[in-house]
């Protein structure tokens, strides 16, 4: 009964390749996003989006790309992995999307690029 | 642009040690605050949101309060499974986005 799951747990690859991340939530979110854990533990958001909006952090590079089959659902796309891009990689959903609302996080996806 | 800072970075304390962990934020229209805490190798837990400064909440052995520059999260007579990293993030403005501080990794020794 996982409220907000990733899959997978850890990714390992090589430099240049394409890899998608699963996530999905069973909560009735409307609301979605992804997040990046560097080494240094920062939580960074990436993207969040909601059946209207897609807010994007304009520092992300375009090689990341979101995309949503439907409001339980958003998959993180990354493509030309390079090696900053390892890191802990987390969803979160909450319900609307006005802002200050509880976001509930995932377990995270563990990437390693080699 | 919203700013998180956290302290101390580290803290240990002994078990039945009580203590408190500073959240200080820079935002232009709070919504929320917002307190989780974080076990290795394991997703942010959702601990508390608070809203207005003055605002309090309590579960078990930790009490969050805030006000218009701070928040603080207490806890009482810690024990060692309270050990974990205790986030802090903000959501100002008209933004959706979290913002969050570094963190404090919390050590409760036995």
């Known amino acids: 009964d996982t409220a907000v799951s990733q899959t997978p747990k850890y990714l390992v690859t090589q430099m240049g390749n394409d890899k998608s991340i699963k996530c999905e939530q069973n909560l009735g979110h409307d609301t979605m996003y992804w997040y990046k854990q560097d080494s240094k533990k920062f939580l960074k958001i990436m993207f969040s989006?909601?059946?209207?909006?897609?807010?994007i952090n304009e520092t992300v590079p375009n090689r990341f790309s979101p995309k949503s089959p439907d409001k339980a659902h958003l998959n993180l796309h990354i493509n030309s992995l390079e090696l900053g891009d390892s890191a802990v990689y987390f969803c979160?959903?909450?319900?609307?999307?006005?802002?200050?609302?509880?976001?509930?996080f995932g377990p995270g996806t563990r990437l390693l690029v080699l | 642009e919203d700013q998180v800072t956290q302290s101390p970075e580290a803290l240990r304390l002994q078990e039945g040690e009580s203590s408190s962990l500073n959240c200080s934020y820079t935002?232009?229209?709070?919504?929320?605050l917002f307190w989780y805490r974080q076990d290795p190798g394991k997703g942010p837990e959702f601990l508390f949101t608070?809203?207005?400064a003055g605002e309090e909440k309590e579960k078990e052995r930790l009490k969050a309060t805030l006000t218009k520059k701070e928040s603080f999260l207490h806890i009482t007579a810690p024990k060692p499974e309270d050990s974990a990293t205790y986030l802090c993030?903000?959501?100002?403005?008209?933004?959706?986005?979290?913002?969050f501080g570094p963190g404090t990794r919390l050590s409760v020794l036995p």
């Open positions: 989006y909601n059946n209207k909006e897609l807010i």
């Open positions: 935002v232009s229209g709070l919504r929320g």
């Open positions: 993030a903000v959501v100002g403005g008209d933004g959706q986005n979290f913002v």
């Open positions: 608070l809203y207005s």
């Open positions: 979160a959903s909450s319900q609307g999307g006005a802002g200050g609302e509880t976001q509930y």
